[in-house]
């Protein structure tokens, strides 16, 4: 039998394989350099960058570990648009595979500003952060609405022809109602999701752990609530999926592309295994093989009824 098909397509983007880092997890693909080769993956997202340079929220804490997860408030610390494209993504680049752009801002505007300096770079997509929880203004506060959330995505799509890729919060009632307000506003694909806001108390001080009070909960923790989010998202949108939210193996990664993901990214998991995106691959591949599957696209939400 021949090599089962590993290819996905999002927009003019071909990826070789659906596994992905996503956005926060290694800097601007330079933390975790030399611990494995990322080139191999289907794609690497970058960590979100703003207009401006962001210093982040204080130090003492920005991450506790919690049960089967972590809390992070990193507060979006970036260098800054313009830093980003002279000092960091250059040597990004030269990874042998797709680089992925995350962006955020204040209003739709510095969303399309960051968005319109990327377009004439050698990026593959950019992915729109509307769901960052630990910051005050922008972040989530558009990810929580369908109306600004699509009101962002077509910022975006007006000043790029890179696809371009929302990124969801599962900290809504609805999140397919999101979903299909960015899919309407010309989205290339969705990604999802972001972290759950979460709170960790210190209680002989009596205060939150984390200096920014609040937080967002990754890890294995969340997979089963990030699963049914993609799933209901694949119920409501043609256009493809990548998820995320506690990836731990194969048969994780798995539930997700059964329930309708077209690529799966391996956050928190990096941080205890830094091989575990490829070991994933691996698997997956595996598990083709096993059910003389053709390739992974065949078997993207094809979950049958209990
Ligand atoms: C330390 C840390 C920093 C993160 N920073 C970002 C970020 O800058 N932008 C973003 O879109 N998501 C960010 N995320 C969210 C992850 O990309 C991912 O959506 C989430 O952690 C769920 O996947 P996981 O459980 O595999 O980590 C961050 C997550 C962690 C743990």
């Known amino acids: 039998m021949t090599a089962p098909d590993l290819t996905v397509r999002i927009g003019s983007m071909t990826m070789k394989n659906p596994v992905v880092v996503p956005s926060g997890i290694f800097g601007y693909g330079d933390e975790f350099a030399g611990l494995a080769d990322y080139g191999r993956l289907g794609a690497l997202v970058l960590k979100t960058i703003t207009r401006e340079p962001r210093a982040g929220n204080p130090p003492a804490h920005r991450t506790v570990e919690t049960p089967a997860g972590m809390v992070n408030a990193i507060g979006l610390e970036n260098v800054g648009l313009e830093a980003f494209l002279r000092d960091k993504l250059p040597a990004a680049l030269h990874h042998n595979t797709n680089i992925i752009a995350s962006i955020a801002g204040d209003t739709p505007a510095e969303f399309a500003h960051c968005a319109r300096a990327l377009d004439l770079t050698d990026i593959a997509a950019i992915e729109i952060n509307i769901s960052c ?112 939210g506690g990836i731990w193996n194969a048969n994780d990664a798995l539930e997700f592309i059964l329930a309708g993901a077209s690529a799966v990214a391996v956050g928190t998991a990096l941080y205890a295994d830094p091989s575990a995106p490829h070991r994933i691959l691996a698997g997956v591949r595996d598990y083709l093989e096993r059910h003389n599957e053709p390739s992974i696209s065949h078997i993207v939400g094809s979950l049958k009824p209990h």
Do not use: W
């Not at 009101?151 to 790029?160: C, I, K, L, N, W």
């Not at 990124?167 to 307000?181: E, R």
């Not at 010309?186 to 108390?201: C, E, K, Q």
């Open 133 to 244: 929880p630990n910051v005050n203004k922008g972040g989530m506060a558009f990810g929580i609405h369908p109306d600004a959330s699509a009101e962002v995505t077509s910022a975006v799509r007006a000043v790029t022809n890179k696809p371009v890729i929302p990124k969801l919060t599962p900290n809504v009632t609805d999140i397919a109602a999101v979903a299909v307000a960015c899919e309407k506003a010309g989205a290339d694909a969705i990604s999802l999701v972001n972290t759950f806001s979460a709170m960790v108390i210190d209680v002989e001080r009596r205060r939150p752990l984390l200096a920014a009070g609040t937080g967002g909960l990754s890890g294995p923790a969340i997979r089963p609530a990030a699963v049914y989010c993609v799933y209901q998202v694949a119920q409501a949108v043609q256009v493809p999926i990548i998820g995320m």
